[in-house]
């Protein structure tokens, strides 16, 4: 063999080319293989895996798509380029073309959210801002369609040159999905499946038109502005208590109970008002009785006289601490003990502020069998 044939039969072999892609990377959409001048040798092999597809492009025109398996760059094997190239009878010659190798598998936990809130309209509380994110996956349907329309000739396309464009269509759709689907806002916490099924729909025209498939869509939280989910924990509250009338003596009768337990702070829950409280309940009470004796109106007990002042029982402040409430005739029993004098200040229902005893009309009787202290 001459060194001319040996020459020609080395050119040969590295002419008959293996076209393929490993993909070690979890991000590429799209990869075009790089041959020197793009010249491929008629009869190379062209191997494609699981998960891709081959695309031809002639002079940037597409010509062919191949699915996976093994191919023989052939005029049987590519009869659209064979045509655009003029091959006849086997013609072998290495011809030129792109091939871009694109990924038809499933893009799993793609993330998307509303950056602003999104307003609906609530057929129970009207107008509302609500904000709502999840995941997505997505793939390469039609890969012609996805190199004309979206690729171009980069030589390598990732997921990241894509995501935000995928994003803002399903954000674009969240608002027509949530008004259209007239699920009500207290339900849509439980129907969020329904809702992304919903959200698929109204956004895989939008997918069609890149030549992606949009197999499933999440949403894992929609959220309101926090002022109105303070609103609404309140309303729920409210609906949790139920009377409001017997929840406030309940709160009422807790408070006094504390009280009780100590003295100190006794005046503290008075001045808050819960003195008043308990004037009104004690109102209820017949003249003489004891906390726990009968009410005004049982059995045994007259009516008040008519046109007769109700008196009510007073507190006394004694050694630092509140006492009470006491009967006006028990009150009598103390002032003759010395217990209670002039100068204790004393207070009922009704008073505006803690008063000298001496001072109050209403306990004038009880001092009038005591004589006044002894002048110095």
Not at 139 to 156: A, E, H, L, M, Q
Not at 249 to 273: C, M, S, Y
Request: charged share 20%; proline share 7%.
């Amino acid at each position: 063999m001459s060194v001319w044939d040996s020459i020609k039969n080395r050119l040969k072999h590295e002419l008959i080319d293996i076209v393929e892609f490993l993909d070690d990377s979890n991000n590429t959409l799209v990869y075009r293989f790089e041959r020197f001048q793009n010249e491929i040798k008629s009869g190379a092999k062209c191997i494609v895996r699981e998960g891709q597809a081959a695309v031809f492009v002639r002079e940037g025109q597409l010509a062919d798509v191949l699915p996976p398996g093994t191919h023989t760059l052939d005029t049987k094997n590519l009869p659209i380029l064979s045509t655009l190239l003029g091959w006849k009878y086997g013609f072998e010659s290495p011809f030129k073309a792109e091939i871009y190798f694109v990924s038809t598998r499933v893009f799993t936990d793609q993330k998307w959210g509303t950056m602003n809130p999104v307003i609906v309209r609530d057929p129970e509380f009207g107008p509302v801002r609500l904000r709502a994110f999840g995941s997505y996956t997505f793939k390469v349907k039609d890969p012609g369609s996805f190199i004309k329309n979206v690729v171009g000739t980069d030589g390598r396309f990732t997921i990241e040159e894509i995501n935000t464009q995928l994003r803002n269509v399903i954000v674009s759709q969240i608002g027509n999905a949530l008004g259209s689907s007239k699920i009500p806002m207290l339900d849509l916490s439980g129907r969020t499946m329904e809702l992304g099924r919903f959200l698929r729909t109204e956004t895989t025209p939008e997918f069609d038109k890149l030549g992606l498939e949009l197999p499933t869509i999440l949403i894992e939280n929609i959220s309101l502005p926090p002022e109105v989910e303070q609103a609404l924990d309140k309303r729920s509250s409210m609906g949790i208590v139920g009377d409001l009338n017997a929840y406030a003596k309940f709160q009422t009768a807790e408070a006094i109970r504390d009280a009780a337990k100590n003295p100190g702070t006794a005046g503290a829950v008075v001045g808050l008002g819960m003195g008043n409280v308990f004037g009104g309940m004690m109102a209820g009470t017949a003249a003489g009785s004891t906390m726990g004796g009968p009410a005004a109106g049982g059995p045994g007990t007259p009516p008040p006289i008519p046109g007769a002042a109700p008196v009510m029982p007073f507190f006394i402040a004694a050694n630092g601490a509140q006492q009470g409430p006491f009967e006006v005739a028990l009150l009598a029993s103390k002032a003759a003990s010395g217990e209670l004098t002039r100068d204790t200040l004393v207070w009922c229902q009704g008073m505006a502020s803690w008063t000298r005893a001496g001072d109050v009309p209403a306990l004038a009787s009880v001092f009038g069998a005591v004589p006044p202290p002894i002048p110095r």
